[in-house]
């Protein structure tokens, strides 16, 4: 696919924000700002920002315990995601969900998601609606290597298949499963369960926006056309632990320091593009500079925001009672 | 009026709501299976038949088998209920609750409070519960206990083919999640129920009896047999009111409350095992609000704490009796 300069520009500002909000969240954290637990995607960005950029709000996605990448990349308000970090009344979801439950069914996201594997039997439904209402959508199923292992998944691959739903099922696999490694917990291959489902699988490099973009628009495609469910296997790394706090004793002295040397899907990003001349350093650098004081601002105004009061506590538990 | 059964009020009330509103869809496993297939003529309509003539009124882009993967299915529902759909789903028995219980405790139940208010749920999830089918221990139990105990989801445990059939519409048509207990043993009871369809409020307790001396609280297949104890009590001069909560989340204290003032004297019937089960909330709602209008101890009147038996012998003990019944109710006087 040929990129115009806007669509461009709207990736990277995509992963941009994506990278300072994880980037920030962590610093925020460290010093005690935010409560509960914290999975950041740092590192991550060029998978989500690569597939939600094919996707408008028809479609749905649900997402894992590391959400937020998925969040931004579909187009959740950004500081309405730090106040719901913070646990303010302002935040995406009054404060009730925090950092694992961030929604917003009105821009096609369905929920980072608590429990591991919980997503895929839920966006087999968001397909069955579009599917059901001929909307034209369709529904994307963010899972980790330690989520593809779930029955869930698996039973949702073959429900998907069954009934052929307009689903892609992404396995971001960024080789742990909190800190037990996907090389010893994944018995076989993600391309060979999907081949086993009967289904069509890709494996990509997920710090190439390029790459995962292409891989999307071929399985995305497939889906709208009513020609069912393919998998993505996307290989990448994070940045940090599974969850803020997470000593990482599990990975290699130097991995860390090494993948964002050699990793960093924004400066493969920005290196790509500037070397073929479709943008400037200097755009990009502006673009940085806009984000940094957007997630400046979110984090001021989280800070100084109420929190939820008595009477919430008991609000929106039914529709009707 | 007609008499119905209770497998046919049920039916009959999908049907009205899927002719009613085209996003009520139905799925399960062997809803439309067994259709076309030799010796068929029709689908199962699942296991016990209660869905059975709506495959070939609907067709299968409304009816719609599963594999048998309760986790997948059931989530789905829970999935197209959040994005534009009223799903209607068999989950067989509910013994089989445990395999997707994820999906409707931590997905389905909380959607509405995690996204702060933002998410309807209009989900129905119909299971078959209850001993007396011969079954044994993963086919018989009685789990409405274990969902009234989530915040999100409604309850509701019908009594009678007229309350299954005014439940069942206000079931599809509410916003929420509601689990819909159906007793298997109860699928071939009849009585009069109209063709129109009605709704029936949840959280609005029933009185089948109104008495100044005893409240029998009673759930789902119990009801029936606190009738037949009420009526031959009251040959006796022991008048009995018999209070069918009908949901038992929401739950209607108001009503409970207001029959234990005027009796002052409680029997808790409850197929369930006995601890921490519906007998034991409303027991303990009723000596927390009303203590000081009680005459008597509290009865209830279980399931004993085991597993259901499969021995016929073994399983009519199990089952609470209206022997059983009237001896707790006598207590009460003694």
Redesign the interface.
């Known amino acids: 696919m040929q990129f115009n300069r806007e669509q461009l520009l709207e990736a990277y500002r995509s992963m941009r924000t994506i990278r300072d909000f994880e980037e920030r969240v962590h610093e925020e954290f460290s010093g005690g700002g935010i409560p509960g637990f914290v999975h950041l995607y740092a590192g991550e960005e060029a998978s989500a920002v690569g597939i939600c950029s094919h996707l408008d709000n028809r479609d749905?996605i649900?997402s894992t315990h590391r959400g937020h990448g998925h969040c931004i990349a579909k187009g959740v308000d950004v500081p309405g995601m730090m106040m719901e970090i913070y646990g303010r009344r302002n935040?995406?979801?009054?404060?009730?969900?925090g950092s694992m439950?961030i929604?917003?069914?009105?821009k096609g996201m369905?929920?980072a998601?608590?429990?591991v594997g919980?997503g895929?039997?839920?966006?087999?439904?968001?397909a069955?609606?579009?599917k059901?209402?001929k909307t034209g959508g369709v529904a994307v199923a963010f899972v980790g290597d330690g989520g593809s292992n779930q029955?869930?998944t698996l039973?949702?691959y073959?429900?998907a298949n069954?009934?052929n739903l307009p689903v892609i099922f992404v396995v971001e696999d960024n080789g742990y499963a909190e800190s037990t490694a996907s090389g010893w917990s994944v018995s076989g291959t993600q391309l060979d369960r999907a081949k086993g489902f009967g289904m069509p699988g890709v494996e990509v490099d997920g710090h190439d926006f390029f790459a995962v973009h292409e891989a999307a628009s071929e399985c995305i495609d497939r889906a709208r056309n009513g020609d069912g469910p393919s998998l993505m296997h996307v290989k990448l790394n994070r940045f940090f632990g599974h969850f803020e706090g997470d000593a990482m004793t599990y990975r290699e002295e130097g991995e860390i320091q090494r993948v964002r040397a050699e990793r960093d899907s924004l400066k493969i990003f920005r290196a790509r593009v500037t070397e073929m001349a479709l943008l400037e350093d200097a755009q990009l650098d502006e673009i940085d500079a806009q984000v940094a004081a957007l997630i400046d601002q979110c984090v001021k105004e989280s800070e100084n925001a109420a929190a939820p009061s008595e009477a919430d506590l008991l609000?929106?538990?039914?529709?009707?009672? | 009026m007609a008499k119905k059964s209770y497998r046919q009020a049920i039916n009959e009330a999908i049907a009205q709501e899927m002719r009613r509103d085209e996003n009520v869809l139905l799925w399960g496993e062997d809803n439309a299976g067994g259709a076309g297939a030799k010796g068929e003529d029709d689908a199962w309509g699942g296991v016990l038949g209660v869905t059975k003539g709506l495959y070939p009124e609907f067709g299968p882009d409304r009816v719609l088998d599963t594999p048998i993967s309760e986790s997948a299915f059931v989530g789905a529902a829970a999935g197209a209920a959040a994005t534009g759909l009223r799903p209607v789903v068999e989950l067989m028995f509910a013994d089989f609750m445990g395999v997707c219980f994820d999906q409707i405790f931590n997905q389905a139940a909380k959607f509405r409070y995690m996204f702060g208010g933002k998410a309807v749920t209009p989900l129905v999830v119909r299971t078959m519960y209850g001993a007396g089918f011969r079954a044994a221990s993963q086919h018989s139990q009685c789990l409405y206990s274990l969902f009234t105990h989530v915040p999100g989801l409604k309850v509701v445990v019908p009594s009678s083919p007229y309350e299954a059939k005014g439940l069942m519409i206000q079931a599809i048509r509410d916003d929420d999640p509601v689990i819909f207990f159906e007793h298997k043993v109860m699928y071939d009871e009849e009585e009069e129920v109209p063709d129109d369809p009605y709704t029936i409020p949840f959280g609005e307790a029933n009185l089948t009896r109104e008495g100044d001396d005893v409240t029998i609280v009673a759930l789902g297949r119990m009801v029936g047999f606190a009738n037949q104890v009420a009526d031959k009590l009251e040959k006796e001069g022991i008048s009995c009111t018999v209070l069918d909560p009908r949901t038992t989340s929401p739950f209607d204290t108001e009503t409970l409350m207001e029959c234990v003032e005027e009796t002052g004297r409680v029997v808790v019937v409850d197929e369930s095992n006995p601890r921490c089960s519906m007998a034991s909330d409303i027991s303990s709602m009723i000596a927390q609000d009303a203590f000081g209008a009680l005459k008597a101890p509290i009865k209830m009147v279980t399931a004993p704490h085991t597993p259901v038996p499969f021995a016929p012998e073994l399983e009519d003990l199990y089952v609470p009796s209206t022997a059983k019944i009237e001896a707790a109710v006598r207590a009460t006087f003694a």
């Open positions: 749905m649900a935040g995406v979801c009054g404060g009730k969900g439950h929604a917003d069914l009105s369905m929920g998601n608590g429990i919980g895929p039997p839920l966006i087999c439904g968001a069955m609606t579009a059901y209402k029955g869930t039973e949702s073959n429900l069954v009934w609000t929106d538990v039914y529709v009707t009672y």
